[in-house]
């Protein structure tokens, strides 16, 4: 532990945060009975003070994220445990156990890319991996859905297709300099067969209806793309990008001409004409917004709990109106600061930077596909919110991707018996001057 | 180092990005919040009050009136109920919200309020007037376009409920002087705003016509004088006065009163002619008619009478009484009306002043001192008797409705009184069937409001 003052400080700061927010619903909640409110307060603490022992086992050189998440995941639990009034009952109880899977699904994200070359040497099971669960969904999802249902639990595996995209992102950055002449063109194969995966499953997910997540699928995408461009020696012309701009606008376009009349009415609804039929969610989350105020009506005494996903696809409202908007705002601050992070705690290689930019971009992108969606300042899409909305799929995969920007600010680089430049294009001057 | 900056450039871009999201989103909901709010079941309304703080529309349902106390302004103020949507109330129910993202929903103590322009007195003395004929009345501040009357009956006393809704009279539920009439004789007074700017006055008092009780036109269509014996040769200030039809029907036949001309007149007055898109004034958010006419032919029988006031045209009251404004103003310019003075937020704060506005110049100064001078005139000539005291620049008319089963009498005017620069329009449906004349209302009017 590089500095043991700032571990128990920052520990005692989120005991005290998540404190501050239980008594704010001892002293002005909506509870029946103080037991349930002391079962919460039990496990949040208690969740808490495990997370820490367990923390001492991993010797990183910082650990900021790491507060932050948990941090975070305890917010959502009180969050989720006093919509509508304190209650701890199977959903509360199931959404508990998402955040210790999202803890454990970030340790797992933490071991698999601290180290590049373990994950760069495996890029195939990535590609592989997308087409599994590509062939999942085919499989086992009812037709043109997302779900699997397995009775007890509901799975979503297209969220598992974003840390693995965010990976093969990553993984083939360096293919950047491996051009083949095909006719007349140098092509990078790997670019080519990227480009090809996440169309695929942009349109797979089209197939699916679950078009709130081609936008997140996008913008990881984008961000790997951008930072090909900027790979040193690319030589990417002006020409090129855009090109690439102008296609992405065609297709855009064509998509909407051609969406399907439930989409077409999401993308044109007026809220406030149609507050019973389609515009009924985006119009109660902005009157529920707007109930709330800056400080809320009290946890667990707005309206917006009797609205069919108050606790993921409106939970931003939500919270808004029991907590207020201010209490919101924080919360999107501690996600913002988690996304931030790569720029206090720099990046040691091109591999990390580039995974923390999809990271980043996917978290962002999700954020706002459903604040501003539910607050009508874009379509409406459904997509969740990491952390804060309930969903285990969402939330292991969330606790994956955090776990792997938390790698990149603790990365571990293995020396490499014999130089190969391949390799060490991947390590900044820095390291390379450090490796050698 | 420098690739791994490109990295922290990507994901900054992606969080400012962002980041400009949420204060969008933030401002729009401090902005909207109190829409949002009126559009749920859970809010607050404040008060109407008239220009010396007298309640018209008591949001919280707390206070106590007289019986009837809101009857005079009843289709004009409205309520909350949502069964009268042209209404102050329906059109402003956003300012009455005693809401505030701040502050929240204020249940007691909440200072939202509208304070009108009417004067709730004059208003209550005009609608006993009218002794329970129909008809309504609209007056205003020439100078400023404080409307001050503003009655229309039959009306309702909102606080009694609609439970007898489907037994009250055709035209209750709305304000009669935002809505088209037949403008009957005082639509003359546009023909000689026309006539004055298409010929100038010299031209036009020169102009003489012979009325014998009934002129055939070049098509063979009769106008009829409702003087049957005539009223012999006239020129336009006589012809005014005598409100003849004949008179004006050879008017809008002469070759010097070109119809195009006609017509490009009537439309900057605000007039749609023929197949023109109809316009509306928007006082407040209440929707008011303008006119609309149809003129196709300087010797068809339609046009003359359009002309005249029967025919295809309608006006609103408060157009006609705006016309009136751009003659009193000797400017040719109308003063906008308005009802709201000021509004107050759910704290006290003042917000929304009302600010005098005018219309474009729809007629030259000239032509207004014209008008002014042949209104006065007729006023001094004809009315010093019925509307003593006041020194009044008046047309009236009288409109056959109901394929003439019917007859409304009307009288449009000004008073010419620096101290109460006061323009009006009058309606009394179906005259014959009330003893009330416009000329009563009127002294009525300008009592309650001079006095």
């Not at chain 1, 989720?80 to 209650?87: E, K, L, M, T």
């Not at chain 1, 931003?316 to 501690?334: C, D, K, N, Q």
């Not at chain 2, 003593?388 to 009236?396: E, F, I, L, Q």
Request: aromatic share 10%; with cysteine; proline share 3%.
């Amino acid at each position: 532990m590089s500095n043991p003052v700032s571990f128990i400080f920052s520990g005692l700061f989120v005991i005290l945060a998540h404190g501050a927010m239980l008594m704010n619903i001892f002293f002005n909640g909506n509870y029946k009975n103080t037991g349930d409110l002391a079962l919460l307060a039990a496990v949040v603490i208690g969740l808490d003070i495990l997370f820490y022992i367990i923390m001492l086992f991993w010797k990183q050189n910082t650990y900021t994220v790491d507060f932050m998440l948990i941090l975070i995941l305890n917010m959502s639990t009180i969050f989720q445990a006093s919509f509508g009034g304190v209650h701890m009952d199977k959903d509360v109880i199931k959404h508990i156990i998402t955040c210790i899977a999202a803890i454990a699904a970030s340790r797992l994200g933490f071991w698999l890319v601290r180290d590049y070359r373990r994950i760069q040497n495996r890029r195939a099971y990535i590609w592989a991996g997308i087409g599994f669960l590509m062939l999942v969904i085919l499989v086992c999802c009812g037709r043109r859905s997302i779900w699997i249902d397995l009775g007890f639990i509901t799975i979503q595996p297209s969220e598992f297709i974003k840390p693995l995209l965010v990976l093969a992102c990553a993984t083939s950055i360096n293919e950047q300099q491996h051009k083949h002449k095909f006719l007349s063109f140098n092509i990078v194969w790997e670019n080519v067969i990227l480009f090809g995966v996440v169309a695929a499953v942009c349109l797979f997910q089209w197939w699916c209806r679950d078009l709130g997540s081609i936008p997140t699928f996008a913008a990881i995408y984008a961000s790997g793309f951008l930072l090909r461009i900027c790979y040193p020696k690319t030589k990417f012309s002006k020409k090129t990008l855009i090109a690439a701009i102008s296609a992405v606008v065609l297709i855009c376009g064509v998509g909407i001409y051609f969406a399907p009349d439930y989409v077409r009415a999401r993308l044109f609804v007026d809220v406030w004409s149609d507050t019973n039929g389609d515009g009924y969610q985006q119009s109660q989350a902005l009157i529920g917004i707007a109930n709330g105020g800056w400080f809320g009506k009290g946890p667990g005494f707005g309206f917006l709990h009797n609205v069919f996903a108050h606790e993921n696809d409106i939970v931003f409202a939500t919270i808004s109106e029991e907590w207020g908007l201010l209490y919101a705002l924080m919360m999107t601050v501690v996600l913002l600061f988690i996304c931030s992070s790569p720029l206090i705690f720099p990046p040691r290689s091109y591999f990390h930077g580039t995974m923390c930019a999809g990271i980043c971009a996917a978290i962002t992108v999700q954020m706002a596909l459903n604040i501003f969606g539910s607050c009508n300042l874009i379509p409406f899409t459904g997509v969740t919110i990491p952390f804060i909305s309930a969903g285990g799929s969402s939330m292991v995969t969330s606790g994956l991707m955090v776990g792997m920007l938390i790698a990149a600010q603790n990365p571990v680089f293995t020396k490499v018996k014999k130089k190969k430049k391949q390799g060490n294009s991947l390590l900044s001057p820095l390291k390379q001057r450090r490796s050698a | 180092m420098k690739s791994i900056r490109r990295c922290q450039s990507i994901i900054t871009l992606f969080l400012v990005i962002f980041i400009a999201g949420m204060s969008v989103l933030v401002i729009k909901i401090n902005r909207e919040a109190p829409f949002y709010m009126m559009h749920s079941d859970k809010h607050e309304l404040g008060m109407v009050y008239d220009r010396s703080g007298d309640v018209l529309f008591d949001g919280l349902h707390k206070g106590t009136y007289e019986d009837n106390h809101f009857l005079d302004i009843g289709n004009l103020i409205g309520d909350d109920s949502g069964q009268m949507e042209n209404t102050l109330v329906a059109q402003n129910i956003d300012k009455l919200n005693n809401y505030s993202f701040s502050a929240g929903l204020v249940r007691e103590g909440g200072k939202a309020a509208i304070y009108t322009t009417l004067n709730h007195a004059a208003n209550r003395a005009v609608y006993d007037a009218y002794m329970g004929a129909k008809g309504c009345t609209v007056a205003y501040n020439y100078k400023t376009g404080e409307i001050l009357v503003c009655t229309s009956l039959p009306s309702i006393d909102f606080t009694k409920g609609y439970e007898n809704i489907g037994s009250l009279e055709s035209g209750t539920l709305l304000s009669k002087a935002m809505c088209g009439t037949v403008p009957g004789s005082t639509q003359k007074v546009s023909t000689v705003i026309s006539a004055l700017e298409i010929m100038g006055p010299d031209l036009l008092f020169s102009k003489s016509y012979n009325c014998t009780g009934q002129y055939t036109n070049a098509t063979g269509g009769t106008i009829d004088c409702h003087q049957s014996w005539g009223h012999g040769v006239q020129n336009i200030q006589q012809a005014v006065e005598n409100s003849c039809n004949p008179f004006f029907a050879q008017l809008v036949e002469d070759p010097d009163m070109p119809l195009e001309r006609i017509i490009e007149i009537y439309r900057k007055l605000g007039y749609a002619v023929n197949d023109d898109k109809p316009q509306f004034l928007d006082i407040d958010g209440i929707q008011c008619d303008r006119a609309s006419t149809t003129l196709t032919n300087s010797s068809d029988f339609t046009t003359q009478w359009g002309c005249i006031g029967q025919g295809d045209t309608l006006v609103s009251p408060v157009q006609l009484m705006m016309w009136q404004s751009a003659i009193a103003n000797g400017t040719g310019k109308m003063t906008i009306p308005h009802l709201i003075h000021h509004v107050t937020n759910v704290y006290g704060d003042t917000c929304d002043c009302a600010v005098t506005k005018y219309s474009d110049e729809l007629f030259s100064p000239s032509t207004a001192e014209t008008v002014k001078r042949i209104l006065l005139t007729n006023g001094a000539n004809h009315y010093t008797w019925s509307i003593p005291n006041y020194v009044v620049g008046v047309k009236s008319g009288t409109a056959q409705v109901m394929d003439g089963q019917e007859e409304n009498s009307l009288l449009v005017g000004f008073l010419n009184d620096e101290q109460h620069p006061i323009a009006f329009c009058i309606l009394i449906e179906n005259k014959f069937t009330t003893g009330v004349t416009t000329e009563q209302i009127a002294v009525t009017l300008l009592n309650a409001l001079c006095q």
